[in-house]
């Protein structure tokens, strides 16, 4: 086995620069524990960036996978194959969508999405004029040209230009200036995430999403809900947008629906699955050659099936409380340093007057992986289930961290 300072110089040579990873080398987990190379334990309160919800090496999960990787792995969409009928239909059982389509990822399933809503009004509509993207200020959506081009923070774009256009981007949680811009009856769809993730873990205010809603309908516009941080249970609903009573047009998926295999999907309504639908005779409108393959989709419904059959979500409410009331103590405890803590379920966020990557750097280094999200917050997302003592030890980590004066502006 190579020692992890020969793979971190084989990292050097090998990989592009383009991420920062932490300087460890991973190499296997447990429920809510990894460990690297050396051995080093871990308590992972990322899970793979709001993924692995099951938690690491879940045995049904494992064998469910291992059995399907042994039937069928992949066929294409020239045929149907028996596991994507089933996993379309766990997510329309679960939420408003009539009509799923699988793709590989989060940016895939935005892209789509994007394509779905201009071909809706084009082809479906007949408002081919109708082609601005309306998005929030402070949004991620992912990294394809479309999406980075709907991102709502110029750091994403910057040397990528040109753009997809045209963008209108709107303050977050502010119906009067999503009105102001929908009223001008030129954009195909609006996009938002229910909870701001890489933002910060903004949570949008009571009746923004149903205020949305209704400007949709009085304008014509297809709403997005992009859950692929929020969704498949990560905050205490089987969708985020379920604590609002309010449903959208089209939401998009991946993280957490595959369980780590990777997945996306575009869950729609009836009438805006129109927008990628084939005419009778015509070409296929978008497709991918990975989407709805057996393994992914065994994953999706397995996901969904031991969510349900282990309680999951009633453990992500408490975890996610639990969790919620200690990161409270540390702002307590640390005034002026700790600034405040939010989210839901298992998706929190804790601010810091200073740079939350150093509270990560030092977390790690005593054995708890946290992540970033935003300028500065340090991002929450563990496995649903993680237990209490696993999270007692992680605040117990960051009380030492805060306590050496880690974070503070
Ligand atoms: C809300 C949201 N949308 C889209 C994406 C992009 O997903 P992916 O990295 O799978 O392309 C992310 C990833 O962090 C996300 O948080």
Known sequence: ??????????????????????????????????????????????AGIAVCGLGHAHSTFTARMTEQMQRLIHVSNLYYNDQLMPAARAITEKCFAAK????????????????????????????????????????????????????????????????????????????????????????????????????????????????????????GTLLIFD???????????????????VVPDVMTLAKGLGGGIPIGAVACSEKAAQGLAAAPGGAVPHAST???????????????????????????????????????????KFPGHVVDQRGRGLLRGLSVSGAPAAVVARARELGLLVSVAGDKVIRFAPPFVVERG???EAVAILGKVFGEGVGKA
């Open 100 to 219: 799923v389509f699988f793709c590989n990822s989060g940016a895939e399933a935005n892209e789509a999405a994007l394509k779905l809503a201009r071909r809706y009004q084009s082809q479906v509509v007949g408002a081919p004029q109708r082609t601005t993207f309306v998005s929030t200020l402070g949004s991620f959506h992912g990294r394809s040209f479309a999406t980075v081009s709907i991102t709502g923070q110029p750091k994403y774009r910057e040397g990528f230009g040109p753009m997809v256009e045209p963008v209108e981007f709107v303050e977050f949680g502010n119906l009067a200036a999503a009105q102001a811009v929908l009223e001008k009856r030129t954009a195909c769809a609006m996009i938002v995430e229910p909870i701001q993730a890489e933002g910060g873990i903004v949570v949008a205010p009571p009746g923004y999403l149903a205020g949305l809603r209704k400007l949709c309908d009085e304008t």
């Open 227 to 245: 859950e692929v941080q929020t969704g498949v249970g990560r905050t205490g609903r089987w969708f985020a947008h379920q604590y609002d009573n």
């Open 390 to 392: 696993q999270l007692d």
């Open 290 to 332: 990975f989407g709805g393959n057996p393994l992914a989709c065994a994953a999706a419904s397995a996901v969904f099936e031991i969510i349900e059959n282990e309680a999951l979500i009633e453990r992500v409410m408490q975890a996610g409380e639990y969790l919620g009331k200690r990161l409270s103590e540390l702002v307590t």
């Open 1 to 46: 086995m190579p020692t992890s300072t020969e793979l971190l110089a084989l990292a050097d040579r090998v990989l592009v620069r383009n991420y920062r990873q932490q300087p460890i080398i991973l190499a296997r987990g447990r429920g809510a524990e990894v460990w690297d190379v050396e051995n080093k334990r871990y308590i992972d309160l990322t």
